[in-house]
Nanobody, 123 residues
């Protein structure tokens, strides 16, 4: 299974970006797909997750109300709409996926990872 993330870029504070992550290869039925981010010198942190069977969503407190995770089950794709971006949102964003029920906020629980896409927010 491969995860292909895209949509990163440079944006001014207050702007918006939309990330996409498509899963392909093999027979893959997601249970959960998620986004994490890692800023320079910091640990990878949870951003948001989407439960496939029941469409439940999870968010980190730092992005709640500004970011929206959604999915297209027909394409095995998850999206992250990021609005009102702040300089502290600057990081490499990674998508992750699991075929099984896992603790969604734990980056050690995911089997599949995308390559990362850079998001830079200027002040």
């Amino acid at each position: 299974v491969q995860l292909q993330a895209s949509g990163g870029g440079l944006v001014q504070a207050g702007g918006s970006l939309r990330l996409s992550c498509a899963a392909s290869g093999g027979i893959f039925s997601p249970y959960v797909m998620a986004w994490f981010r890692q800023a320079p010198g910091k640990e990878r942190q949870f951003v948001a997750a989407k439960n496939w069977p029941v469409d439940y969503t999870y968010y980190a407190d730092s992005v709640k109300g500004r970011f929206t995770i959604s999915n297209d089950k027909t394409k095995n794709t998850v999206y992250l709409q990021m609005d009102n971006l702040k300089p502290e949102d600057t990081a490499v964003y990674y998508c992750a996926a699991s075929s099984f029920r896992i603790p969604v906020r734990s980056n050690n629980a995911y089997r599949y990872w995308g390559q990362g896409t850079q998001v830079t927010v200027s002040s």
